[in-house]
């Protein structure tokens, strides 16, 4: 039992999230748990600052006025751009051309840094011009979410680097981690999409 | 460690619950292991009871009291802190065993030792932060009600500074964890409980903005350091006592992969095969 | 491999492990000479005491010096006893049980009562440093020295409720403890009981330099360590005994 065990561990494992459920989902369902309870937590964010929002909505409108639109909007399209980069890097593995899923995932990280630089560039220039974490409640919330979403961008970069350390050896190259890894990377995009139409474009 | 259970064991007995207990202590093989499982859930429940009903110190009090309503609420609940933690000293070790029954798991884990005995140091230390300073400070509040209310509001911010904001050792505590869980082969817990560790390490950095703010959401007593972090908590704590009991019952003392329960349709097909 | 390279082997490890022993007895003359050197724990100090009382206490040129030295002894030597420690978790490992998990919950409790004493000291130093201050904040960490002094004896149950719980359930021929450690121990960690509740009474056997929570616990700390040092020393020679029997 313990053999037949043991020898199940690597191919079938990967095999059973795609067909023994008999639904489909990318790369280990357990990373969905992952994404839902993120989801959860960040729903539960969302709704307190949105509660905040409504009870002082003259002191939000007007923070946010100082924040610049057009640096949200770079840093969607950045953060877009590196999650369509990493589609097509599991695309890629999963036609076996690992040399163009490697060159995928790559993009994907020099997406992903773009922001990171972009973000720290702007977080200066709004220190500079003097809105710090302290000084109202808007910009407490934006220097938090956006803060937290920065700390998972760069969980991020562990996950690629998992993804990319499977694809480059023949010996490993597990389709499913590189889904799994995948999977998490679109996740904090889309958590970026929320936290710019909140912050940034909510009037 | 091979030497034990040597009798043959009579059936469980279906009696009372001492006769039970009894035959557990006798003959279960996994005894050790089920009594930090005890101990895990009975203290869990214990040290809520306390925190929360006896000592009144959760959920946490604002932080912008000023020194005459801080002294008034130390008034407010002098035996209720003096009682509830003495008890939280007397039963305070308890946690050795449990940390160490977690690290156990680690331990059974195809990873190497040294997840498990860092976890074991991580939350040893955690205690101190974790309740034994709060339960000293708050205690040295409550014992002089007619202390210096500036002396007395000291006391109350380190009591709770030191409780709320001390969250680096369940931070990196759980990192280990998650970490091991994901590397492990022998299956003790499923993947998504090493994700699962990731979401609490997250929410443990979510409370550092309680140094800072006295009001809001962001204070210790706020809707996003303190009710979010401990509902996080709550469902972590109880997703890990679900699993470890299952992984006890699927214990087999080996070294190679947990077997499934019998039960599990999934777990059964991939032993057959 | 030889099998008197390996038996020497062990021999080397058992000399160490009492070598480690025998620092007991000579942190126990440290121990007890820095605890008669401190003016506040021949006679203890008590907590009825006004503000000035303890400030004028600190300030007594006959007591200051006593109490810094004794203190800076204190954090010198608080650790001392967990190379004791490790030994007996040294000895849990020998015991028959199917899992490290008592013997990883003494370690997780080796470091804990002397991190708690420590805090104590600090209270106690940081009062000595500056007696001039308002008497109001002297007795503020005075007060933070005795409570947590006194109150802290949760490690120190659990060790010994986790030691007699791995003796009970030491099922071989020859246990490694006789069951009456483990006896012994229970009725130790029954009688640290009664410090944890320091805070509540300013005066009686509860009070910090009351019957219970001061003499009763500290002597029953005091023979835990002779009464586990004996035991240990006895389980150490047994050992090598052992060992050197297999050796031969």
Known sequence: ?203 | ?273 | MEPVGEGGEELRRADGELILLWTLPVLGVIWLSAFLLFPGFVQPMSPTMSAEEVAAFYRDPENLPRIRYSMIVFNWFAVGLIPILALIVLQMRRMAHRTPIFSYAIIACAAGGPTTFLMANLFWLTAAFRPERDPAQTMMFNDLAWVTFSSQVGFLIAQSVILALAIYLDRQERPVFHPWVAHFNLVVAALLVPAAFVGLALEGPFAWDGLLTFWVRNIAIGVWIVVMGVVLGQAITRQRAEDEALAA
């Open chain 1, 1 to 203: 039992m313990k053999t037949a065990a043991s020898t199940a561990s690597n191919p079938r494992a990967m095999a059973r999230g795609h067909a023994d459920d008999g639904r489909f989902v990318p790369g280990q369902p357990d990373m969905w748990a992952f994404v839902l309870f993120e989801a959860l937590v960040f729903t539960s964010y969302f709704t307190v600052y949105v509660i905040r929002r409504t009870q002082s909505s003259d002191l939000f409108l007007q923070s946010q006025s100082h924040l610049d639109l057009r640096v949200g909007v770079f840093n969607t399209l950045v953060l877009l751009a590196s999650s369509w980069f990493v589609a097509r890097c599991v695309q890629a593995a999963r036609e076996r051309s690992f040399r163009a899923a490697l060159n995928n995932a790559y993009l994907t990280m020099l997406f992903g840094f773009v922001f990171l630089v972009s973000k720290v560039i702007e977080w200066t220039t709004e220190i500079e011009r003097g809105f710090s974490f302290t000084t109202d409640e808007f910009f407490s919330f934006y220097y938090f979410l956006t803060g937290i979403h920065f700390l998972h961008l760069l969980i991020g970069f562990v996950f690629l680097g998992v993804a990319v350390y499977q694809l480059q050896s023949p010996a490993r190259r597990s389709q499913e981690m590189v889904e799994t890894c995948a999977t998490y990377w679109h996740t904090i995009d889309f958590l970026w999409v929320l936290i710019f139409a909140l912050l940034y474009v909510m009037r």
């Open chain 2, 1 to 273: 460690m091979s030497a034990a259970a040597v009798e043959a064991a009579p059936a469980a007995p279906s009696g009372s619950l001492i006769r039970k207990i009894a035959w557990h202590w006798r003959y279960d093989e996994k005894r050790e292991l089920w009594i930090g499982w005890w101990t895990l859930v009975i203290f869990y429940n214990l040290y809520g009871v306390l925190f929360f009903v006896l000592a009144r110190t959760q959920p946490p009090p604002e932080p912008s009291l000023t020194p005459a309503e801080i002294v008034q609420w130390f008034a407010d609940r002098h035996y209720g802190l003096l009682y509830g933690y003495a008890l939280v000293f007397i039963v305070g070790g308890a946690t050795a065993i449990m940390n160490a029954t977690l690290a156990y798991t680690m331990r059974r884990m195809s990873v190497s030792r040294a997840f498990a005995y860092s976890y074991l140091v991580i939350y040893a230390l955690a205690t101190l932060p974790g309740m034994l300073i709060m339960g000293v400070v708050c205690t040295v509040g409550a014992m002089r009600p007619d202390r210096d209310p500036e002396l007395m509001s000291w006391l109350y911010d380190f009591a709770f500074l030191s409780f709320e904001g001390t969250m680096g050792v369940f931070l990196i505590g759980s990192l280990v964890w998650m970490t091991a869980v994901l590397l492990d082969k022998n299956r003790v817990f499923p993947k998504w409980f090493g994700y699962l560790n990731l979401c609490n390490a997250l929410t443990e950095v979510v409370v550092a903005p309680a140094w800072i703010f006295k009001r809001g959401v962001f204070a210790w007593d706020g809707a996003i350091a303190w009710w979010i972090n401990m509902a996080v908590f709550v469902t972590y704590t109880a997703v890990f006592l679900s699993l470890l009991r299952k992984m006890i019952l699927r214990e087999d003392f080996g070294t190679g992969p947990l077997p499934e329960l019998e039960s599990e349709s999934t777990g059964a097909l991939e032993a057959a095969s």
